[in-house]
Every structure is written in structure tokens, then in C-alpha cells.
């Protein structure tokens, strides 16, 4: 600790060597609501290198006293331009207007807006809540996740599994951050609809590749969302009334320009229906979920600004008195953004998460209940400081406690009768520190590097059991041979490492450049499931004695380049992506209440590449997107296909998506995707043989075939009301699968269901039909 | 517990599904397949067959000229063929705590398999029936057997369960009935509901075989690749980890067995 403080002094030194340049920092924010705005590209006439503004709206540039042309850039707003005259450190804080509605009209035409070329980072796409809201989605709900889909690199097992694949890892290796609090599932509905209401939502960032060392945790990316933070400079809302849910948001200030907050909430509403029915069993059922989104931000002074934000979505599901489970994550997040000068700029946060799942049955002979959540407690300290022209630093740390319960049995209350008895696996705790710091240097004004480096420790503490076996590579119950009992927070085990990331970026000439990056990431919580698709009740169990943390290397190449007046961004990426001890499980494994889980446990490695192919226009009438990503993913575990190298589930050679919106006038706006996939991977017998009166597949290997190629297309027409005097209305018509398409989710092998001698091989689709939807959404 | 996660499997995605015609490498047919059972104070019981392709709807081929030898360490047992692949012991009967080693040689293949009869000590001690009050009305059978039943104390028993439904042993692979009990340890189970759904004037049986937990995983993965197959949180198909050497299909299943009889009233 005093090492760091040490540190950070020694910083102030350095930075006070004689320089005559001054900095030019500032907020950058909307002027309609007063929001934050996060990458607004900064650019100065003259100086060579540019800026862009942080998460906060937070930017430092730094210039030799003179005159000079500052121009602010970001999609969907107007380019901003002054004439500024800078003598000493200046502050300057810009309100930007969002695109005027005008048809057509480029703000500032000829002005350049190359971010995607100059910018240092690569494998990153940064989408705002309006690009989401144009993709037509399925039954009329616009979708973070469905979107995300569409991106290069990114795949997914199939229409409503949870979560996405990023470069060949598997659901749990994307750090998904909500405010900076870790979401554990991201689903509503078993996949269908993801848990961030797109109202609430301002801006998402995916970063795949090239990750920078203040992101850490999970193997394969990074996908962080910004809530809106309230209107600052008046009440407004919004919401909207559709097939599957309900919304609405209110924002506004509570003191103008200084302290704001934000509301939102979702339901879905099929069930309020089932008191209607004329089946007993459907009145008592439940079906539904919800989000609840809330953020308060308060600007103390000049040099201080408080967040806090909230989240709690919640998924039910009874089946009268026979079943319930539910699911759902609660997170809150409170920040303190400090301003040490204009050079350096902090952020202190502490995060709280709990992902929590309860299943049982309330009444007969196995009335039960079963509790099993994942807590999560975060205090961070990250410092960004603008060393001098060519030298950016990032450094902080962060200190995570994880106490995760994987379950038990308990009573039902006032339910004697019941035959199970109360089994509960003892809690895990865990401590996660974490150090960083990255460099990002300007070289010349070709080449610019980011060079970090992150330490990970992973503690697992008591109090606990744990069993040691006989042999501890091949873990078998009946060979126990002892056990080691460890006291309340006496240390068990402790893992750690460097992580380094290191990128660069060469300008080849003004429309194209060539960037490189070299990341390893270490993970210590671990999704336990063996199916194609995430469910809610799996668990999440930590690095221990025995399940080692999972490591991941991957490097990247990518060529971007610009056309007609950056109208047109394109890139083109390669990547090679290795995985160190994965982790997966015996086949036929128990792994809910499993108390020697680790008996189950496998390890192994795997390994991916690809290249990825990503045009976008976001200028105009036309807007959206190509992506193509060519690739290959392959496991090798110890114990899975006899040891031998198989595909991924959700490995997919061809990928390709094109999402387009076309306004045709003021009030009518069209869009539509088209989404072309290589089928994913099953396995089928290699024979069949009879046993004890069944017909059973001789299973040798794992996801040797593959199901018939995916592809799907979706429309949307969007008609805008007239502009009243409180309110604005529109009208969404979508269809999902426009031309009703069969996309085979898998195949599966089964002996025919009237004959039994006769065996087939069944189709399996979500979706074989067209799914028209109408949505009507106002904004005051 | 198990149970109610299939549930939910069930209640997703069941629609949406059509048999399609499809080419398989066919390159892994005529292993020997032997399913063999060998149950306390009883002669083993030994049916061979080989595998077939998949779509290959022709009947199994019976081995009819295997020799079958069942050794329980001190005595030899030289199985006798009683038509149909079908062999049965001469003397060696199942004892408890036991192991049990098999072999079967036919033509230039031969494989091995060994097993240990699992203690007992569950016990059945009534058995009744109920009608299931919320069944569409259109059912004709309405009615479940349910059992009381002695689960013994100490932990790691596994049990299968075999129900037959006036005299025919129900064989789809749904009534698969495997249960261990590691959450009702030593429990007095009341009102364990079993079987197929009956009407008034049929007669069951109920057989509760103790199993051994390779063998109760041998049955979990038939459930996983039969019933647990098509739906979204369905775990990929999966060998069948069998205690047969040398790639001979099937299982030696060694057990102790309690049954109750019943006649729906």
C-alpha cells in the first residue's frame, strides 16, 4: 500500500518536469439531457495527436500556448468546433447537440471523423442505445444481446440460448459489466430476451481483443454497459407497450445541472392473464419477469461527481402448487469520480452483486427448496493520468470478496410430510486482488503502444472441507484418503499471475492503419455446466485446490481503413486464441449438490482463430452494417472424445450478418438483418444396440457432424407520430424470420415413438415460423 | 431434485421437431452387445446380440455360439445357450458384498466385466394407489402407484426401479427410474409415486434393484441420451461408459431385489 502511494507521488515528480505545454481538459456532455458522453473523439488542428473522453465524459489534451481549432466528434451528434486561445491550463467543458433530424445533412461536412483509424484500440465496437433500438428484433423487443449477435467474432449455440460466444469461448468468459457491476446471467426467459432494458441502457461497449489491463476476470471479452444517468436538464421519459413487455423510464433533475436520476422498469405480462383461465392449475401458475433499472448522479463540485446505480431483475416461474424456481441478479454500484487536478483524474467504486436462484416443490412427499446465489463485493480504485503528450497511464486496484453458496436442500415451512431431508454444501469464499497499470504512448506520429501489465491473486480462504485423493489428477470418490479441515478465513490456496497486454497501432496514411495486440487473461470463477446452453441454475464455483484458473493468450492483426470521407468504416482482423485449463466435466456428471464436484471436473485446452470482416455506415439515410468472420474453435479434454481434439459447440466456420435501417422520410423508417451461419456441431451414433428392451445409440465421439446451415432474415417498419404537445408516439411492426424458416437448433437420435423397432433422427427448431410483432413506444 | 430441472427441459421447446432423412458414417457395427444380470440367491442371465448401423431397421443379429464363464473366486460357471443369444448360469447365485467377474468369447473377440453385488437392506412396506386430480378428462388412466418405502442409513446407495403393468415390464426409455440417497439418507419414504399411469382392475409389480453408482451412471447416461436429447439445456450425447472391455456394448448389472404386487382397486 505504501509502495503505491509511492508510486503515485512519484508521478506528480515526473509530470512536474519543466514543460511548456498546458493541458485543455473538461466534460463533454449532451446538451439536451446533460448525459455524459463516453468517446467523443477529440482532435486539434495542428497537433498531431488526439483524445477521446472517457466513460465519465472526462478528456485531457495537451497543446503549446497558442491558437488552435479544438473539434469534438461522436456519432450521431454534431461535430462540435471552436476557436480557442489557450495560455495557461484551460478548462472547457462542451455541450453537443444530437444530429439534427434533417434528412441527409452531414453536419459539418468535410471535417474528419477517422476514430476508427487513429484510435488506438482494435477489436472494439462501441454501439449506442439509438443503433440498437433500429435492428428489428424478435417478438418486437430490441435486444442488447440479439445485437451483440450480429458483431464480428461473436457467435452464439442458437436462437434462445443465453448469452454469446466471443472468439471461441464459451458463455461464462465475457466479463459482462453493468456500471461496472458484473452481471452473472444475462438472460431473461431461458435466453430469450436479455436482462438490460434498452430504454435504460446509453451506451455498450464489446472489447474483444486488445483488452486493456483495467478489465479483468473473464478469458474472452469485455462487454460493458453504461446506464443512462438521468436527464439533467429536464423531466422527460419514455416507454413503450409490446408483445412481451411493458416499459417506462422517467429521468430528470433534482437540482438542475447538478444532481439527476434515472428510473426504469419492464415487465413481462403474459401471466397477469392466468386468473382469466378456466384451468385451476394455469390461475395458480406464474410466468413472468422484470427489470428494475435506477441511477442517481450528483456533481458535488468542479472536482467531484457521485453515482450511484442500481439494478434488480428477477425471473418467475410456477407451475401451480408442483414447481417454482426463479432467478435473477441484484446489483448496485456507487462511484466517486475525484479530479486530483486536470491531469488526473480518479475513480473510486464499491460494487455489490448477488446472483441468486431458488427452485422446490411446495407441497407433496419431495416438497423441498433449493437456494444457491453468488455474491460478489467490489472496492476499486482506478487513476488515469495524462503524463504529458505521449504518455496516458491507467493504473488502480481492486479487491473482490466472492462468497458463493452452491446450494442445498432445506424444508418447506409447515410441510412435515416431506421426504427430503436438509443437505447443505458448504459456502465458498473467496478473495480475488488485482494491481494494474498500462502505458498508452505515443511514439511518433505513425506509432502509438499500450503496454500493461495486471497481477491476479485468487485466495480461497475457510472455512471448508477438502477431500485429498488418492490420485489428484484422477480424483474418485472411493479413493478419499483424507480430508483437511480448514478454520473460518484460515488461507486454503492461493493462485496468481501477470497478465500482460500490450497493442500498437501504425498510421499507414491518413484512411488507413495497422494495429496489433498481445493479450493473456487469467479466470477464476468458472460456469459449471455440461449443456449446449447456459441455464439459469447452473452454478458458478471458484478457482480452488482443484480447479485451477482457466488462462487464455490471444493475438490479433487487423488492417482498418476508411472510405469516401469516413462515410464507410471497414477493418479486417485475424486473430489466434489459446486456452489453458479449461474446464469441463465428466460426461453424465452430478453437478448440482455434488459435494466431491471435483471428482467430476475436467481439464483441458483449446484453441481458436479467425479472421473477421466489419464494414459500417453510420452516416445518412442508409445506416448499419456487414460482418463476416471466418473461424475455427477446438477443445482437447482428457475424458471427452477419448481424449481427442472436437469442435465447440458453438463453433461456426461461416458467420456472416447484415443489418441495414433506411429512413425513407421524417416519419418512416425501414430496417432489416440477414443473419447466414455454418451449422453447429452434434453428435450422432456410430450404431445401435439393444438393451434391457431399449434401442440405444452407440455413442463414440463428440460434435462430429454438423446441423444444416442457419439463416434467418427480420424486418422492421417504424412510423413516428406527429410530434404532440406532451408527447411523441411510434409504431414498430417487426417479423422474426420473415420467411419461416426451419433453422435446426440440433439433431437427436430416438427410437420412433409408435414404432420402437424403428429408430430416426429428429430435427429439433426454436423457432419454425414467422413471428410478427407490434410495439407502440412514446417519449415525453 | 434431478427431476425438477427436466421439467423446466421439458416445458421449453418441445414443439418444433420433425424426423429428417440423414447419411451417418457407418463404420462401427458388429460389436458385441451383451446384456447381463446376475441378481442374489438367482443364475445369471446373459443376452447377446451385435450393434447395427442406426438406420439399419433390420433385427439384431443373436450370438449364438458364445462361450460365457461367470467366476465368483472360488467357483467357475460355464453359462449354457438356451436359444435366441440368450444364456443362463447352471450354479453360481448372486451373493451380497460379492464380486463377480464375466467372459464372454465369440469367435476371436472376447471381453470381460466385473461387479459387486451392493449390500441391501431397503425394503418395501405398502404399496396404494391415487388418482391424479388435475388430468385432462380425457384420459382414461388416472391412476399412480405410490409405495412407503425403508431407505437403509448410511450413504451411497443407488437404486433402479422396474415397474410392470399387468405382466409386461414397461420398457420406453421415459420409465427409466433411477434414484440414489443422498438427500433422504436412511429415510421412512412416504408416498414415492412410481411407474405408468393405470386404470382400475390392473395389476403391477414393482422391482427396486440395488445398483451400484457405475452402474446407476450407466442408466443417468441412457437418460441423457434418450430422454434428455432435443431441447435447448440438454447435455450432448455421450459413450456409455459400460464395464465391458475391449468395446463390447452393454452392462453386467449385479444387484439385490425387493418387488411388491398390486391389483388397482
Redesign the interface.
Known amino acids: 500500500m505504501r509502495s503505491f502511494q509511492f508510486f503515485i507521488l512519484s508521478l506528480f515528480c515526473l509530470s512536474s518536469v519543466a514543460q511548456n505545454s498546458v493541458t485543455i481538459s473538461g466534460y463533454v456532455k449532451d446538451k439536451t439531457t446533460g448525459e455524459a458522453l463516453n468517446g467523443v473523439f477529440i482532435s486539434i488542428k495542428g497537433v498531431k495527436e488526439a483524445s477521446s473522453s472517457n466513460a465519465y465524459g472526462y478528456f485531457v489534451c495537451r497543446v503549446i500556448p497558442g491558437n488552435y481549432w479544438i473539434q469534438f466528434s461522436y456519432i450521431g451528434y454534431e461535430t462540435d468546433s471552436q476557436y480557442i486561445t489557450v495560455s495557461a491550463a484551460k478548462v472547457l467543458n462542451i455541450e453537443m447537440n444530437p444530429s439534427s433530424k434533417e434528412l441527409g445533412r452531414v453536419s459539418v461536412s468535410g471535417q474528419k471523423r477517422n476514430k476508427n483509424v487513429e484510435k488506438l484500440e482494435m477489436s472494439t465496437i462501441q454501439l449506442n442505445a439509438a443503433t440498437i433500438k433500429k435492428i428489428p428484433a424478435v417478438m418486437g423487443e430490441v435486444d442488447l444481446v440479439k445485437t451483440i449477435q450480429l458483431l464480428p467474432g461473436v457467435s452464439t ?2 436462437e ?2 443465453t448469452g454469446f460466444n466471443v472468439r471461441g469461448g464459451s458463455v461464462d468468459q465475457n466479463l459482462i459489466l453493468l456500471d461496472e457491476a458484473p452481471i452473472y446471467n444475462s438472460s431473461h426467459a ?2 430469450f430476451f436479455s436482462v438490460f432494458n434498452p430504454d435504460a441502457v446509453k451506451d455498450v461497449k464489446l472489447i474483444k481483443g486488445g483488452i486493456p489491463a483495467n478489465y479483468g476476470g473473464r478469458l474472452s471479452s469485455v462487454l460493458d454497459i453504461q446506464m443512462k444517468e438521468g436527464n439533467k436538464k429536464k423531466l422527460s421519459g419514455s416507454g413503450g407497450i409490446g408483445t412481451i413487455f411493458s416499459r417506462l423510464t422517467i429521468e430528470g433533475p433534482i437540482k438542475k445541472d447538478k444532481v439527476s436520476a434515472m428510473v426504469a422498469f419492464r415487465r413481462s405480462y403474459a401471466d397477469l392473464f392466468f386468473p382469466l383461465a378456466n384451468n ?2 394455469l390461475k395458480e401458475s406464474a410466468l413472468n419477469f422484470y427489470d428494475l433499472n435506477m441511477k442517481v448522479n450528483a456533481m458535488i463540485d468542479k472536482k467531484n461527481h457521485l453515482y450511484f446505480s442500481g439494478y434488480l431483475g428477477k425471473d418467475n ?1 410456477r ?2 402448487e408442483l ?1 417454482g ?1 426463479s432467478w435473477g441478479n441484484q446489483n448496485a454500484t456507487l462511484r466517486w469520480n475525484h479530479l486530483f487536478g486536470p491531469r488526473l483524474f480518479s475513480n473510486n467504486s464499491f460494487i455489490f452483486s448477488n446472483y441468486r436462484y431458488e ?3 411446495p407441497s ?2 419431495f416438497a ?1 427448496k ?1 437456494v444457491s446465489n453468488i455474491k460478489f463485493y467490489n472496492v476499486k480504485s482506478d487513476y488515469s493520468f495524462f503524463l504529458n503528450s505521449n504518455h496516458t497511464l491507467l493504473f488502480g486496484m481492486q479487491s473482490i470478496f466472492y462468497t458463493i453458496n452452491p446450494g442445498g ?1 432445506e424444508q418447506v415451512k409447515g410441510n412435515s ?1 416431506s ?3 436438509n ?1 447443505k454444501l458448504d459456502n465458498k469464499y473467496s478473495i480475488e486482488p488485482n494491481f494494474y497499470i498500462n502505458d498508452e504512448h505515443r511514439i511518433n506520429s505513425k506509432l502509438s503502444m499500450q503496454y500493461g501489465l495486471r497481477y491476479n491473486g485468487f485466495a480461497s480462504i475457510g472455512a471448508a472441507k477438502v477431500y485429498i485423493y488418492k490420485n489428484p489428477d484422477n480424483r474418485l ?1 472411493r479413493e478419499i484418503i483424507d480430508s483437511n479441515i480448514y478454520s473460518n478465513g484460515e488461507l486454503m490456496n492461493y493462485h496468481h499471475g501477470l497478465e500482460p497486454r500490450f497493442s500498437f497501432k501504425f498510421t499507414l496514411d491518413k484512411n488507413s492503419s495497422l494495429k496489433g495486440s498481445y493479450n493473456r487473461t487469467r479466470q477464476n470463477i468458472h460456469l459449471v455446466t ?4 447456459a ?1 439459469p ?1 447452473d452454478i458458478y464455483l471458484p478457482s480452488d485446490k482443484y480447479f485451477l484458473p482457466q488462462i487464455a493468450d490471444q493475438g490479433t492483426l487487423g488492417y482498418f481503413r476508411n472510405f469516401k470521407n469516413n462515410v464507410f468504416e471497414t477493418s479486417f482482423e485475424i486473430y489466434y486464441k489459446k486456452f489453458n485449463n479449461l474446464i469441463d466435466f465428466r ?2 456428471a ?1 453437478l ?2 455434488n459435494p466431491y464436484i471435483e471428482t467430476e471436473m475436467l481439464r483441458g485446452t483449446g484453441y481458436s482463430y479467425g479472421t473477421e470482416l466489419y464494414i459500417r455506415k453510420s452516416e445518412g439515410r442508409l445506416t448499419g452494417w456487414i460482418s463476416y468472420t471466418w473461424s475455427r474453435t477446438r477443445r482437447t479434454v482428457a475424458g ?1 472424445n477419448e481424449g481427442k481434439e472436437y469442435a465447440a ?1 458453438y463453433d461456426k466456420t461461416h458467420n456472416a450478418n447484415i443489418t441495414a435501417s433506411y429512413e425513407i422520410n421524417k416519419r418512416l423508417s425501414v430496417s432489416g438483418t440477414f443473419v447466414y451461419s455454418t451449422g453447429v456441431p ?13 434401442i ?5 465421439g ?2 462430429s ?1 454438423r446441423v444444416p446451415d442457419y439463416h434467418r432474415m427480420d424486418i422492421g417498419i417504424t412510423y413516428k407520430g406527429k410530434k404532440k404537445k406532451w408527447h411523441q408516439g411510434e409504431w414498430v411492426l417487426s417479423a422474426y424470420n420473415v420467411y419461416a424458416r ?1 433453422n435446426a ?7 420412433n415413438p409408435q414404432n ?13 415460423t414467422v413471428i410478427p410483432s407490434l410495439t407502440y413506444n412514446f417519449n415525453f | 431434485m434431478r427431476n425438477s430441472i427436466y421439467i423446466i427441459c421439458l416445458l421449453i421447446l418441445s414443439g418444433c421437431q420433425d424426423v429428417i432423412d440423414l447419411k451417418l458414417p457407418e463404420n462401427q457395427t458388429g460389436k458385441l452387445a451383451i446384456d447381463a444380470t446376475l441378481y442374489k440367491d438367482s443364475l445369471a442371465q446373459v443376452k447377446i446380440t451385435k450393434s447395427l448401423a442406426y438406420f439399419d431397421q433390420t433385427t439384431f443379429p443373436e450370438v449364438i455360439d458364445a462361450l460365457v464363464i461367470l467366476k465368483d473366486g472360488t467357483d467357475i460357471d460355464t453359462l449354457q445357450h438356451i436359444g435366441g443369444g440368450n444364456y443362463i448360469g447352471k450354479k453360481i447365485r448372486g451373493k451380497v458384498g460379492r464380486t463377480y467377474t464375466m467372459e464372454v468369447k465369440s469367435g476371436n473377440e472376447s471381453t470381460t466385466a466385473t461387479a459387486i453385488l451392493p449390500r441391501d437392506g431397503h425394503r418395501i412396506d405398502s404399496i396404494y394407489f391415487n388418482e391424479i386430480p388435475f388430468l385432462p378428462a380425457n384420459f382414461t388412466d388416472r391412476i399412480v402407484t405410490n409405495m412407503w418405502l425403508q431407505e437403509p442409513l448410511g450413504p451411497g446407495d443407488n437404486y433402479l426401479f422396474r415397474f410392470e403393468k399387468n405382466d409386461t415390464l414397461q420398457t420406453r426409455p421415459e420409465n427409466i427410474d433411477i434414484r440414489d440417497d443422498q438427500f433422504v439418507d436412511g429415510v421412512q419414504l412416504k408416498d414415492i409415486s412410481v411407474g405408468v399411469l393405470l386404470k382400475k382392475g390392473d395389476r403391477v409389480r414393482v422391482e427396486i434393484h440395488s445398483i451400484t453408482r457405475e452402474c446407476y451412471d450407466y442408466y443417468f447416461q441412457i437418460i441423457n441420451n434418450t430422454v434428455r436429447q432435443g431441447g435447448i439445456f440438454n447435455p450432448p450425447p455421450a459413450p456409455l461408459k459400460t464395464n465391458w472391455s475391449n468395446g463390447a456394448l452393454g452392462y453386467f448389472r449385479v444387484s439385490s431385489v425387493v418387488s411388491i404386487k398390486g391389483i388397482v382397486p
Open positions: 449455440v442458437g434462445g440460448a431461458l435466453g385451476d392449475l416461474f407451475f401451480a414447481f424456481t427452485l422446490g416443490s407433496g412427499p423441498f433449493w436442500t410430510s421426504n427430503i431431508i443437505v470418490v455440461q449443456t449446449a446452453a441455464s441454475l460426461d453424465g452430478t448440482i449438490g471427452i459447440p452434434y453428435t450422432a451414433p456410430a450404431g445401435k444396440f439393444a438393451f434391457q428392451g431399449w440405444l445409440a452407440d455413442v463414440s463428440r460434435n457432424l426451419r437448433y440440433s439433431v437427436y437420435f430416438r427410437q420402437p423397432a424403428q429408430t430416426e433422427a429428429v430435427r429439433v427448431a426454436v423457432f419454425g
